[in-house]
């Protein structure tokens, strides 16, 4: 419970950072952002209207502690595009980015760990090295090629798969394997040589010796133990898919957040932008923190020292 | 000495795309901005090689220049955060103190963003899309991931006999780090480097790919990539090429950290 709440206020000073940051993002366009915001042609009293709702026109600490007390009460402003609250149209994305986000990753549980496994059993055998080629090769197979390839072949070329748009079930397998594809890589090496770590240990010759079968020396005791490590790797894998997911759902018109972002920053609509960023931003830190009180929880050496 | 084949092959690749990014100008078999509208979207074949795009511009002589801008972006890019992060990372580790806890609240901080998200938006609210601007938005939180190696193995380091001796003979601190310290960083800090190349092409390449990235007068393989994504149908070329570059040189990188990582630090 402790370590709990030690992680937790931990969270509060980079939680401030982040609000900080994407405050002084407005801040950072040069010459005046309600010009590039509306461009040449709007009347003085749409820039004088704009600049107000903003708030731009107040002494900019005081325009901070604004937007410090409008982010704690998820008030993000306005949409210049739509009109609509920012933090409305961020929620009518949310569901189509956790659909694709959970696909990739469940995708690359499901291919990863095993694969992972089977390198460690077949150490310094052909297949051992196969895998380890592939996973170097995923790991610097960015979704900015595989997905345009993946549209070219399966949805032009051989015409079995839709493009994505989010409009039948199989129109997420083509955007989910194009964001999953580093994410097998890295749970693969992960799971390797966190599964080389425990073949060492006594429990596993232990296992050997009482004659068990071979899946339960590895799956049964190996595996359980293996996975703690890997389960770290997960806060690391969300900030990679939250981040793809601005290439993948651009790629594939998928309409999640990072199409969102994608469109808010074609349209200079700055408000959009800040929302976004501060929104996945609070998301990744949530995940991280989650992954952190797991890990504690599975390991206590760690709750305990730190 | 017998070198691990991923080092290999990572030079190997390295090497061979740096040679085509710099002969660029003597290889190239065209021109990379003349346009030629007559010849759109020729497929790949003997006069050009990997075809034409929407304006009829040779891919190959776009790509070999495109190599330059890549290459020259990652490359300054991974010196400056380097150099900063050693910088900033030595004072923690040897200074420690108040500088040291305010630095690594920091780093936790930086390391607390999705990295992409932010440069990206900087990059979109910096509105002129320069070859500075994309370093400068690079730069920003690249350096956190070398300042947090170097403070941890100047901790580890700090302990070691050579620098107590070093210390006990009251050799000036900044001597004992340059001489008795950095020597002992250069391989975690070249093998961080070569991971943090590749995964800087694949940022660099990732705006461009969005249309944020460098002018669109200057072809990156991000940008080539993002152009070709509209004509996927009529010109499949114009996505495949691009891409391939990228991939061959971040697995050059990936495989020189794997390869130097296996040389330098066997216990890994």
Known sequence: MTYFFR?????????????????FLIHMIPGDPVDIMLGDYTSQADRAALRKELGLDQPLFAQYKNYLWRSLHLDFGRSLQSQKPVFKEILDRVPATFELGLAALLLAAFVGIPLGVAAAIKKNTWLDQLI??????????????????????????????????????????????????????????????????????????????????AYKIYFLHGLTNAIIPVLTLLGLMLGALLTGTVIVETIFDWPGIGLLLYQSIQNRDYPLVQGCVLFVSVIYLFANFFTDLAYGYFNPKIRLES | MKFPWQLRIGLFLIGSILLLAIAAPLIAPFDPTAIQLENRFQPPGSTNWFGTDQNGVDVLSQILYGAQVSLAIALSVV???????????????????????????????????PGFLLILAIVAVLQEASVPNMIFALCLTGWASYARL?????????????VLNALALGLPKWRILVFHIWPNLIGPLVIQASFGLAVTIITESSLSFLGLGVSPKTPTWGSLLGAGRQYLIEAPHLSFFPGLFIVLLVLGFN??????RETLDPKK
């Not at chain 1, 937790?8 to 940051?21: A, D, H, K, R």
């Open chain 1, 7 to 23: 992680r937790l206020t931990s969270l509060i000073p980079v939680m401030f950072g982040v609000v900080t940051i994407t405050f």
């Open chain 2, 255 to 260: 495989l020189l950290g794997d390869g130097l």
């Open chain 2, 150 to 162: 170097v403070r941890g193995e100047i901790l580890h380091l700090k302990e070691k006999e050579h």
């Open chain 1, 132 to 213: 380890l080629v592939i996973g170097s090769l995923g790991l610097s197979f960015p979704s900015l090629w595989s997905g345009p390839l993946l549209i070219w072949l399966f949805a032009i070329e051989l015409d079995w798969l839709p493009i994505g748009e989010r409009e039948s079930w199989d129109s997420l397998i083509l955007p989910s394997v194009s964001l999953s594809i580093g994410l097998i890589a890295l749970l693969m090496r992960m799971t390797r040589s966190s599964m080389l770590d425990v073949m060492k240990e006594d429990y596993m010759s232990v296992a050997r010796a009482k004659g068990l079968p």
């Open chain 2, 79 to 113: 010196s400056i955060t380097l150099f900063v992060g050693l910088l900033l990372g030595s004072v923690a580790g040897f200074g420690g103190g108040l500088y040291d806890q305010l630095l690594m609240r920091f780093v936790d901080m930086i390391f607390g963003f």
